[in-house]
């Protein structure tokens, strides 16, 4: 019941997530105040808006986890300016010294804060397809927040990670034991997820949704995803889900927003295949049950594309 108490006002105030807020926190440049989800692991909420100049890029999760013998963060954050803002809130909340940071894809707001924590000393762990994909695309990645971040990018460099591996890396360190997995193919190559089975809790990165649309990439193989989802995910029997964006909730809210929604979409565009139809007019295919996600309108024609093109040749 203690832990429960803990988690149900953060899943009972989805208002607080719209992306029609610019910025929750204004005396930082964290869009949100870390929360503890559940006792000694928090999370800095990001907007679920795209990333701009006024929320930083801070538009994902930036969670932590307190051992009791160090603390091991979870994104580095999307800019140098966004790594040393959560730094110094960590720093408010615990002694214990940041031990490692683990970026959970290989994207700008997962990596771009890298260099902030290699200049502490500190390690950076990621799957390595996420520092392949970081390597190839760093430079334009960093570009793109430079646009948008302006003088928030100051002191960012490309960094990758510093450790990598393949399947899984189990760390134990003070109180808790850590399973950092590679569950299958999902969102982007090299999704991880941060499991503690003790506790229950998964920080899931970009494999679950639930308050704003998932994106699809070009190179996201969505069948794939619903794979990884029935086989590993959701068996994994969390109780507590900190998603790659939005608020702290349970599996059977994430499971509608994700899982749902690619096998919804998936579904519409098998029909409109079947029927004939052409790319032109499956950019419009019925999305409206999902209408009420954050980003559904940058987000949903072209999702509806990609899908489209992925399934033609299945």
């Known amino acids: 019941m203690y832990r429960y108490a803990l988690i149900l006002p953060l899943m009972a105030a989805p208002a607080l997530a719209s992306e029609d807020i610019p910025d929750q926190y204004p005396q930082s440049v964290l869009y949100e105040k870390p929360v503890q989800v559940i006792p000694n692991v928090y999370s800095a909420i990001g907007a679920t808006a795209p990333p701009t100049y006024e929320n930083a890029g801070h538009n994902n999760n930036l969670s932590f986890i307190v051992t009791g013998d160090g603390v091991i963060v979870v ?3 999307a800019n140098y300016a966004l790594s040393k803002a959560l730094h110094d809130e960590i720093k408010t909340l615990t002694d214990q010294p940041v031990k490692l940071v683990i970026n959970e894809n290989g994207q700008g707001h997962a990596m771009l804060g890298n260099n902030y924590w290699t200049e502490q000393g500190i390690d950076i762990l990621a799957h390595v397809d996420a520092a392949e994909e970081f390597e190839a695309n760093s430079y334009q990645i960093l570009e793109g927040m430079k646009g948008y971040a302006r003088d928030n990018a100051e002191g960012t460099v490309a960094q990758g990670p510093t450790i990598t591996f393949e399947d899984s890396y189990t760390i134990d360190m003070g109180e808790m034991h850590i399973e950092v997995l590679h569950l299958g193919p999902a969102h982007s190559p090299g999704d991880i997820q941060v499991w503690l089975p003790e506790q229950k809790l998964v920080i899931a990165g970009d494999i679950a949704f639930h308050e704003r649309m998932p994106p699809i990439f070009a190179d996201t193989c969505t069948s794939c995803w619903l794979e990884t989802w029935e086989t590993a995910f959701e068996p994994l029997g969390a109780t507590y889900v900190i998603p790659g964006h939005g608020h702290p909730t349970n599996m059977p809210m994430v499971r509608k927003g994700t899982y749902d929604y690619l096998t919804y979409l998936r579904g519409k565009i098998g029909e409109h295949l079947e029927n004939g139809g052409s790319l032109d007019d499956a950019y419009y295919v019925d999305q409206s ?25 299945e």
């Open 75 to 77: 994104n580095s954050g």
């Open 289 to 313: 049950p999902f209408a009420h996600l954050d980003t559904f309108e940058e987000l949903a024609t072209k999702n509806a594309g990609v899908v489209y093109a992925e399934m033609e040749f």
